[in-house]
Each structure stands twice: as structure tokens, then as C-alpha cells.
């Protein structure tokens, strides 16, 4: 089974591959059972959005971690993916703001990529 840390990795890298703007890794392990990680990204439009989803559950799923589930994907204004240990949030610049998880989850620690090494 992969790793959470190198779940995040690969999911932030899928996500850089088609340039998701301001990604942000939240380490939520201590303050909730929900998962170990929460990543947040934008995409500017419907289609980047999806082709975001697309690359991470790819990416992840060659890496034997499969998606449990999968919310918000024919409307794109949300995408959220739940492969256990870590949640991967992929929003629309208008609802990133309006849902505000990064406020909502301020107890969490924002962690950089590098830091997963």
C-alpha cells in the first residue's frame, strides 16, 4: 500500500503536470480522522479542471492507490477525490473562494512539497 506522504507527492506532481494554480497541502492528521492530507488546487476553466482530476486519479491508480470516491465531476465548479489518507480538492478560482478550505482548516499545517521528501 502507498504511503499518504507519497500519495500527496504524486497527486501534487499530477497536478503540476497541467498546471493547477495554487496548490496548497494542508496536513490535517492531527486535528481529524478524515485523512492525513487535504490538497486544494484551482484549474481556470471545465476542461482543466477534469483533465486535473483525470491526471491525479492516473497518476495515483499507477501507483496503487485507487480513488474511493468522486464528487462534483460533470459539474467541474468542485472536484473532490477521496483516496483515504489524503483528499484532493480541485476547485474553480469563484467557489475556491466561497468554500475557503484553506480558512476552514486553518488548524491543519500547510506544508510544502519538498517537505514530503
Do not use: P
Not at 66 to 87: C, P, R, T
Not at 100 to 115: A, S, Y
Amino acid at each position: 500500500m502507498i504511503e499518504s506522504k507519497e500519495m500527496a507527492k504524486l497527486a501534487i506532481e499530477a497536478l503540476e503536470d497541467k498546471k493547477a494554480e495554487d496548490i496548497r497541502l494542508i496536513d490535517i492528521a492531527e486535528i481529524s480522522v478524515l485523512g492525513d492530507y487535504f490538497l486544494i488546487a484551482s484549474g481556470t476553466n471545465r476542461s482543466q479542471i477534469q483533465a486535473l482530476a483525470d491526471n491525479v486519479q492516473e497518476k495515483l491508480g499507477r501507483a496503487g492507490a485507487h480513488v474511493k470516491q468522486v464528487e462534483g465531476y460533470d459539474s467541474a465548479n468542485w472536484i473532490l477525490m477521496d483516496f483515504g489518507d489524503v483528499i484532493v480538492h480541485v476547485f474553480d478560482k469563484e467557489n475556491r473562494l466561497f468554500y475557503n478550505l484553506e480558512r476552514i482548516w486553518r488548524d491543519g499545517k500547510l506544508i510544502e512539497k519538498d517537505e514530503l521528501n
